[in-house]
């Protein structure tokens, strides 16, 4: 998030962000969300508690969300409907693609052996950063981050990101905020035609959604000139939206990744 914090700073942009329970410098088991509203009150709490300081409170507040990130980012907009002034959405996390939806069948049994178990760690973390992220000097600082986590995954975090996944994408349609989300066309993380949904089922007046051909999952990990396409309109979309004043944008970053 190093970079997206300071582009967005020299356009003149105030950025916060915080690591979700289990991940980056935050306490409790590496990786385990044991609930996922707990994430979603954690990141209400202190992101409202910024927007009410002082210097902030005549400020546009935008959402800013990427892969997990944007269902974070969907979840706070669903709780406070009214409260934030739109979202920025990269690749986000809203719908299991269907050929990678399991049977009903296999989600009760996850259900029934997270009941016993939940931070069982058995589903393996496949290492696909070479195909997520151009970049190969952002791959060599991912690599050597040790506040990201490698392990298994453990049973009760992929059971609530699939129930908040399921959740989001029977429920498009109560997402009213403007919003730019914003996907790779060859992303192998989140299939673009569920950004493309989003757009759709939304019930925004005012939503954007762009594809950027032959882009990955890391939007803002790509090379030269395409990293900066993909700044240049999400700070064209904000500008527009916040008058081109100074605004306050609140970022709930990527699963694993500390905050800017």
């Given at each position: 998030?190093?970079?997206?914090?300071?582009?967005?700073?020299?356009?003149?942009?105030?950025?916060?962000g915080v690591d979700h329970e289990?991940?980056?410098?935050?306490?409790?088991?590496?990786?385990?969300?044991?609930?996922?509203?707990?994430?979603?009150?954690?990141?209400?709490?202190?992101?409202?508690?910024?927007?009410?300081?002082?210097?902030?409170?005549?400020?546009?507040?935008?959402?800013?969300?990427?892969?997990?990130?944007?269902?974070?980012?969907?979840?706070?907009?669903?709780?406070?409907?009214?409260?934030?002034?739109?979202?920025?959405?990269?690749?986000?996390?809203?719908?299991?693609?269907?050929?990678?939806?399991?049977?009903?069948?296999?989600?009760?049994?996850?259900?029934?052996?997270?009941?016993?178990?939940?931070?069982?760690?058995?589903?393996?973390?496949?290492?696909?950063?070479?195909?997520?992220?151009?970049?190969?000097?952002?791959?060599?600082?991912?690599?050597?981050?040790?506040?990201?986590?490698?392990?298994?995954?453990?049973?009760?975090?992929?059971?609530?990101?699939?129930?908040?996944?399921?959740?989001?994408?029977?429920?498009?349609?109560?997402?009213?905020?403007?919003?730019?989300?914003?996907?790779?066309?060859?992303?192998?993380?989140?299939?673009?035609t569920v950004s493309k949904m989003?757009?759709?089922?939304?019930?925004?007046?005012?939503?954007?959604?762009?594809?950027?051909?032959?882009?990955?999952?890391?939007?803002?990990?790509?090379?030269?000139?395409?990293?900066?396409?993909?700044?240049?309109?999400?700070?064209?979309?904000?500008?527009?939206?916040?008058?081109?004043?100074?605004?306050?944008?609140?970022?709930?970053?990527?699963?694993?990744?500390?905050?800017?």
């Amino acid at each position: 998030m190093r970079d997206t914090a300071s582009r967005l700073v020299r356009a003149g942009y105030a950025i916060y962000g915080v690591d979700h329970e289990g991940h980056g410098r935050s306490s409790g088991l590496r990786c385990y969300i044991p609930n996922f509203g707990d994430v979603i009150d954690d990141c209400s709490s202190y992101f409202k508690s910024v927007c009410d300081k002082p210097e902030n409170r005549e400020k546009k507040r935008f959402l800013y969300g990427i892969s997990m990130g944007g269902s974070v980012a969907l979840l706070l907009h669903r709780k406070e409907p009214a409260y934030w002034d739109g979202a920025v959405l990269l690749a986000p996390m809203c719908k299991i693609s269907d050929d990678m939806k399991p049977h009903p069948v296999v989600v009760s049994v996850l259900k029934m052996v997270c009941a016993v178990a939940p931070s069982w760690r058995i589903i393996p973390t496949p290492d696909i950063l070479d195909k997520v992220c151009k970049d190969p000097e952002m791959r060599k600082q991912i690599r050597s981050n040790p506040y990201i986590y490698r392990g298994k995954i453990p049973l009760k975090t992929c059971h609530e990101l699939l129930m908040v996944s399921l959740d989001i994408e029977k429920n498009l349609h109560e997402v009213t905020l403007p919003f730019l989300v914003l996907h790779g066309g060859d992303d192998i993380v989140t299939d673009p035609t569920v950004s493309k949904m989003l757009f759709e089922e939304a019930s925004s007046r005012d939503k954007a959604f762009k594809l950027y051909p032959g882009m990955w999952h890391a939007l803002s990990a790509e090379l030269p000139p395409d990293a900066d396409l993909v700044y240049s309109d999400i700070i064209s979309w904000l500008d527009q939206r916040a008058n081109r004043a100074t605004c306050g944008a609140n970022v709930s970053e990527n699963i694993g990744t500390a905050s800017a």
